[in-house]
Each structure stands twice: as C-alpha cells, then as structure tokens.
C-alpha cells in the first residue's frame, strides 16, 4: 500500500537514521533536510507528495532495487544514489548535485523539471510529457527508446545526447531554449509528429545529427531554431 508522513507546513521530518522501504510507497509529504539512509526494496517506492522543500544532504544515501518519484515540491539530492527501479517526476523540481555522474535505468518525466549538476545517463526507456523540462547543466544522455506521446517537451539550456532512439508521437515537439539535442552517431530521431513545427528553439539552440532523422508523417513540418540557433547534419535525414 502507500503510506505518507504529512506533518504540515510548519512540521519537519528528518531522518538521521535508517528509513527501510520494503514493499509499497513510502510517500515524504513534509519538508526536511536528510542526513541518514533510506533503502527501498525492489517494487517499493519512495515518493515526494506534496510541496515542500526536501534536500537528501552530502552523507545520506538513497539505495536499493526501488525507484524515486517526485511528484511534488523541491528536492536537492547531495549525497548517494543508486536506486536501481527507475526515476519518475510527475511534478515538482528535482535536482541532482551529488558531484558525480548518475546512471539511471528508467526515467519517467511526464510533468515537472529534472535539474542539477550532475551528468546523468539513462540506460533504458524514457517517457517524456508536455510541459516537463530538462534544465541540468550535468548533461543528459539517453541509450533506449526515448517517446514524447503529445505536447512539448523542453530543454532549456542544457544538453541531450540522444545515441538510443527518441520518438515524437502525436502533436508532440520539442522545444530548446538555448538547449542543444544531440543526435548521435548510430541514434535515431524519429519525427511522428504532426505539429507544423516539430523542433523549435531560441538563443543558442541546436540540433546536431550525426544519426538518422526520419519524417515519418506526411505533411509539411519545420526544424526552426530562431536567429542565434543552428542545424548541422553530418548524418542522414
């Protein structure tokens, strides 16, 4: 089941200790500055609920086979990761600024922003949602499939290197403000979508394509990146 501390906007939960997410979501819904462990069994969630400032500091340590979700508020993870289930942010900012890079195996980010310092590299499917946003300046790196159902998805100042495959269904495009997509040597970008423009951009937005980049739908759809923005295929469109 799903069991949530909420103690208020005046409360607090700190954990110096050793918190043990065995089986379901354990749900943080108050603020608090973390120092201690939080294990999360294999099928078992930790989640943040509601719109508070949490910030898992430089000696705590999120571990274990579960998975992350943020679906609210503002965190800051300083210290260890290595939560193996998959990352969801459905709402709310989350940062990574550990000082090292990140290997994730899944990466839901429907709503919301994922943000931070640290390089992070996912090594399997991603789902993307309208309006959610990658603003990290660690860098993001993608090797399965990436899917944008509908909507916008935005990158703002902040790289993405595609070298899996990323795929914009429905009306879905992508927006880089100043934000640079990289499709790399061997990637694919497939454009499904039947927005009129299917990327667009501002300030030093680019899209560089060393891949494959396929018009999947019929019709007539742009790549527009503003004045200051560029374009470069050393690939195959």
């Known amino acids: ?68 979700s943020v679906q609210s508020g503002t965190v800051n993870v300083l210290g260890g990761y290595s939560l193996a289930g998959g990352l969801g942010v459905s709402g709310g900012t989350l940062s990574f600024n550990t000082g090292s890079a990140k290997t994730l195996s899944t990466l839901d980010l429907t709503a919301g922003t994922l943000t931070g310092s640290d390089a992070l590299t996912v090594l399997g499917a991603v789902t993307l949602g309208n309006s959610a946003t990658y603003s990290g300046t660690g860098g993001l790196t993608t090797q399965g499939t990436s899917t944008l159902a509908s909507g916008t998805f935005n990158l703002n100042g902040s790289t993405w290197n595609n070298a899996g495959t990323l795929v914009l269904n429905g009306n879905s495009a992508l927006n880089l403000t100043g934000g640079v997509l990289n499709n790399l040597s061997g990637a694919t970008l497939n454009l499904n979508s039947s927005a009129a423009t299917v990327v667009t951009g501002s300030g030093t937005a680019a899209l560089n394509n060393a891949g494959t980049i396929n018009q999947l739908t019929a019709g007539s759809h742009a790549v527009s990146l503003g004045a200051s923005g560029a374009f470069a295929n050393t690939g195959a469109v």
């Open 1 to 68: 089941g799903s069991h949530e501390v909420s103690l208020g906007a005046s409360g607090a939960f700190t954990n110096t200790g050793t918190v043990n997410v065995q089986a379901g979501t354990f749900s943080v819904g108050t603020a608090g500055a973390h120092t201690g462990i939080f294990n999360v069994s294999s099928g078992a969630t930790l989640a943040v609920s509601r719109s508070y400032a949490i910030t898992f500091g430089a000696t705590s340590s999120l571990a274990g086979a579960g998975s992350l």
